[in-house]
């Protein structure tokens, strides 16, 4: 069964008196194991997307299942529960917690769930992101590469069957990003989790299972 469905999703927003669709009717399935790659380019809805397949905004139509729970027919607490046990989210803005060292916001995830946590993989990803010299700074401490970097080890830490990244390359260097894609394809194989990941950079094309292309808030295939 698929872990991942969203059917029939639409968001609109409006300011300023202008209307706009961000997510126009999308549906989407991403089986177990999957590794999920949309691209489109800036303002086409992608983290709109992201964030209603994640629980965090309530479409105006359609719905999400995880894991077959149909998201938003649940209340606010109980989906929040339910993006806790499955979801690792990286957020564009990274969303670190200002006041939270690195290694704290690393850990907070866990800690609210009162989960262990594996130490020798929480070793692993923060060597392989090469943010070991940096756990006890504090965000504002960071490059925008570092931030983003601890917001992915904060979404990795729990080993989620679901993981959502927004933009996840977006401030790192060529070679910094080609590094978080191995140990992506890695967990992918490994853990067997589903990653979906929104983004304008086409190298992730080379290590995606499934290529999609979303554009004013349609989603389709993609075309080289
Ligand atoms: N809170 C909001 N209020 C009004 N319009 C919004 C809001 N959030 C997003 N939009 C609009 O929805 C469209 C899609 O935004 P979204 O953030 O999903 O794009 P994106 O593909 O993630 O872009 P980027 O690559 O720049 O991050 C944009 O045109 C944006 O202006
Ligand atoms: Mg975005």
Redesign the pocket.
């Known amino acids: 069964m698929e872990i991942l469905k969203a059917e029939n999703i639409t968001k609109t927003?409006r300011?300023n008196d202008v209307v706009?669709r961000?997510v126009d009717h999308i549906s989407f399935t991403a089986e177990p194991g999957d590794l999920s790659v949309i691209l489109?380019k800036?303002?086409?809805?992608?983290?709109?997307l992201l964030h209603v397949l994640g629980g965090i905004e309530k479409p105006d139509s359609g719905e999400v299942f995880i894991n077959g729970k149909a998201l938003y027919r649940l209340k606010e607490a109980e989906r929040a529960r339910v993006r806790s046990e499955y979801v690792g989210f990286v957020f564009?803005n990274f969303n670190l917690i200002d006041e939270l060292t690195v290694l704290e916001n690393i850990r907070l995830p866990s800690d609210i769930r009162g989960n262990r946590y594996d130490l020798s993989f929480e070793e692993r990803i923060l060597s392989v992101l090469e943010m070991t010299p940096r756990l006890d700074f504090y965000p504002a401490q960071l490059s925008g590469g570092e931030r983003q970097r601890a917001a992915i080890a904060r979404a990795l830490l729990m080993k989620p069957q679901i993981v959502l990244a927004d933009?996840p390359t977006g401030n790192l260097d060529s070679q910094t990003g080609r590094q978080f894609m191995q140990l992506v394809e890695r967990s992918n194989r490994e853990l067997g989790q589903t990653f979906v990941i929104v983004t304008?950079d086409h190298a992730w094309v080379e290590i995606a299972k499934n290529v999609y292309a979303i554009s004013d808030g349609h989603l389709g295939e993609h075309h080289e």
Request: net charge neutral.
């Open positions: 927003y300011a706009v961000a489109g800036s303002g086409s809805g992608k983290s709109t564009q933009e304008h």
